[in-house]
Structures are given as C-alpha cells and as structure tokens.
C-alpha cells in the first residue's frame, strides 16, 4: 500500500494482493481531492466480507450475484456509488468509519435499488453516450492497473479520457433517490434484517446539508439528502418486523476484522497504536497491530502478533496469507510457502489466493513448482481472465517448462490486457504460428490476434 508521502513503488506494498492507481473524480470528491491520484485496493477477506454483505440482498432484487463487480476505492471520504450498470464502489471510508455491519448492508441495499431500478441507464440519451464512454475509460482503467500492478498503466489507460465527462454523471435525482431507499427498505425485510443501520447513516450525513458543497461527504452531494427521506426511514423502521433484530453476531466479527485490517495498511503505525493500544487484546486488534508493524516494516513484531492468531486459528486462511505475503516480501520465500499452501486448502476457489501461492513458486525457479503455479494460475485466470498479472507469471511458467506456444499465447494475453495491441497481436501470430491448427489454444491465438487488429483499427 502506497501511503501519503511515500516513495515505495506501488506493486511492491503489502496489502494482498494489489494497490494500483486509479484516476480522476470529479464530482464524487472534494475539491483539494479533484486533481489527485485515487486507488482501487484487492484483499480477498475485504471483498469476500462485502460479498457476504451484499449476496443475499442482490439475491432478493433478483440480480445475479456473480453479475455485479465488486471495487474498494481507497479514499477516506464517505462514498459509495454505482455506475455502468452493474459495477458497484465502495469507499474504505464509508467501511471504516461506518459502526457497524448493518449501516454497510443499509448502504448496500440502497446501492442495489439504483441497480435494480435501472437509474443510471434513464439518464438522457446525451447523458447515456457520456456515462458509456466515461465509464469504459474508468473501467479499461483499473483493469489495466489491476492487471500489471503498475500505477503507471492505469494513468496511461485513463490520460485518453475525458475528464470533463465525469462532472455531473452520477447525480442521481430525488425521485431515484425515493425509489432506491424504498427499494432499500424492500431488500432489508425480504432478507430479514432492520433498516436502522441505513437510517443511521443517512442521520449521520444530515448534519452536514449545512456545510459547503467541498465540505460535505461525496456521498451527499451524489445521493441528495432531504428531510423527507429521513422520515421515510424513521418510519419504515417503526413499521419493520426486524426493527428490534440485532445485527448477526458473525457479521459484526466481519466488520471488526475488515475495519482492522483497513486501518492497520493504510493509517500510520502510531495512528493505528491510538486506535489499537498494546492493552487492546482483541483479535482485531492484534490483527491491525500485525498489519502495521509489517508495513514498518518490523518483521519481528509482525511474525509475533500473526504468530499469536494463528495459535488460537490455525485454519484461519487469512492470518496464512498475511504471513505468507510477509514472509514473502521479506525474501524469505521457501517459508511462505506452506503459509500460502494452507490459505489454499481452506480457500481453494480464491483467485486472489491461488496467484499468491504461484507467485512464491514460481519465486522457487523448480520445474516442480512452474507446473504447480500453473495449476494455481488456472484457477485464477478462470475466475479472473482479464488479470493480465497472472497471465505473465503463466508466461515465466511455461517458458521455463519450454513450451513456446504457451508463453508466446500468455504474453498475447497480458499484452491485449494492458493496451499493448501490437505487441499483443504480434505474440498472438507467433503463438499461433507454433500450435497445431483449429485446437483450443490455436483457436485463441486467432481470437487474441483480430482483437488486436480490430482495436489497432479503432486507434488510427
């Protein structure tokens, strides 16, 4: 994680497993935020706590869970918004300053009813052209950014955009904003659960309609804010059967250890003693302590408190990968190994995951551990195809194994991915030129190669 100041690059920070350069706001930010550089973060816990948050409510709205892409922005301010359909954002700010699991479900749900409802897709028809232009930009953005690890990529991808495009786009109207809370309301009871998280952090903005336009929340001045809804909420929950219903005990152990975790990579290590103190011996406490001696960086302390955890849950998959990533990062490569291994076993689906445990073998330079990284990777690249990342580890994997086809097509794969589409069709004609004709991987360095072409035509 690349902290404010700091001059480490950025694919070589800790919060598993990338950090990358997002772009400009616009309207979604304060002023003195408008010209800087946000990020998007990957963690396998933190998006697999959202998930749990939100399946049952996208379930409930009838939209397919796997549907609706998941990003954590890596931004203090309160905000969360939707855009491009069914591409859903959340803030790290709204998730550590929220109290607890059920103002993040209430923000979900109200999300949800703006994708349900089909708001951004009413927009105007001038509008809509922009929305689409503005939101393949943002997206081919963190893509190529996600997909190298490199900050670099992502400015590049996004320097060809139209940041005037972003002014104004995802204002959503009253009525929108009546209609995605009633939705809201709907989601919440149809999955049993109270809407006063939502109220409460609806209340929790209301105080600052009063401050100026720079001063408030992003969240406020892209959702609008009127007394009505408030009232609306007040007296939904006074007519909620669930009311009264507690928030599920293990959603709070979730939110406590997803707090923890985003505290402990992204404030200061005296910061996070203030809001973690040694006479703190919670879980997520000595989590977030473990977290912020790593980035110190004081392996020592950092092993002890991880070291700790996984006394009391040695299955946990995620005090492994933590230890795993430290040991890693720290050249001591073998030794991550079998923390990454047991990440694994209790996670086998995690593509985030998987790519860690390759990454350390491939590390090892074995032909025993390419052909393991390669099993790895293709459970990564079925889950994540457009991780042009992992198609490169796939390359070094397979060039090592001497398989000439395969890495020529994995390169074809990464470049395409990245915006490189000369050397993306380039490799492709190579790769294709050294597979038997009409199999599966000939086929795709067919594809790759007239998507390279097709898209070089677009840029002249």
């Not at 690890?149 to 009546?178: C, F, H, I, K």
């Not at 990454?359 to 025993?368: M, S, V, Y």
Request: one cysteine or more; charged letters at 20%.
């Amino acid at each position: 994680m690349v902290m404010k100041g700091e001059k480490r690059p950025l694919r070589k920070q800790p919060i598993p497993l990338f950090c990358v350069l997002l772009l400009l706001l616009g309207p979604l930010l304060p002023q003195r935020a408008v010209a800087q550089q946000l990020q998007f973060i990957r963690d396998a816990e933190i998006e697999n706590t959202i998930r749990i948050y939100a399946t049952p409510l996208f379930q409930a709205a009838g939209l397919s869970p796997q549907g609706i892409r998941l990003y954590l922005v890596n931004d203090r301010a309160l905000n969360a918004f939707v855009a491009g359909g069914l591409n859903m954002f959340i803030n790290t700010g709204l998730l550590i300053e929220t109290r607890d699991p059920g103002e993040v479900i209430g923000v979900i749900a109200h999300e949800t009813g703006h994708i349900a409802g089909g708001h951004l897709a009413r927009s105007g028809a001038a509008l809509e052209q922009t929305q689409a232009a503005l939101i393949a930009t943002y997206l081919l953005s963190l893509g190529a950014a996600l997909a190298t690890g490199e900050s670099a990529v992502g400015a590049a991808v996004l320097s060809s955009g139209q940041d005037v495009a972003l002014r104004g786009l995802l204002q959503y109207t009253r009525t929108q904003e009546n209609s995605a809370d009633q939705a809201a309301v709907n989601l919440l009871q149809a999955t049993q659960q109270s809407p006063a998280g939502l109220l409460r952090f609806m209340e929790s903005l209301s105080g600052q309609e009063v401050l100026l336009s720079n001063n408030q929340d992003p969240y406020l001045r892209t959702h609008p804010l009127t007394q009505d809804r408030i009232g609306f909420l007040q007296q939904a929950l006074r007519e909620s059967p669930y009311a009264d219903k507690p928030v599920d005990p293990e959603l709070v152990k979730l939110h406590d250890r997803m707090r923890a975790k985003l505290i402990g990579f992204l404030n200061p290590l005296s910061q996070v003693l203030r809001s973690y103190p040694e006479s703190d011996t919670s879980l997520p406490a000595r989590y977030a302590r473990a977290i912020a001696h790593y980035r110190v960086p004081d392996l020592d302390k950092a092993l002890g408190e991880i070291e700790a955890l996984l006394q009391e849950k040695p299955a946990d998959p995620y005090f492994r990968e933590l230890k795993g990533q430290m040991l890693l990062e720290h050249g001591r490569v073998a030794e991550s190994l079998p923390e990454y291994e047991a990440a694994v076993r209790t996670l086998p689906d995690s593509a985030q995951i998987r790519q860690a445990l390759a990454k350390a073998q491939i590390a090892l330079d074995t032909r025993e551990m390419d052909r393991a990284a390669l099993e790895n990777l293709t459970v990564t690249l079925a889950e994540e195809p457009n991780n042009s990342a992992a198609w490169r580890l796939s390359a070094v994997a397979h060039g090592r194994l001497g398989d000439q086809a395969l890495t020529a097509l994995s390169l074809a794969e990464s470049a395409l991915i990245r915006g490189k589409y000369q050397e993306a069709r380039d490799r492709a004609e190579h790769a294709a030129g050294l597979l038997s004709e009409n199999t599966a991987p000939w086929l795709r360095a067919q594809d790759l190669k007239n998507e390279a072409e097709r898209r070089l035509k677009q840029d002249d």
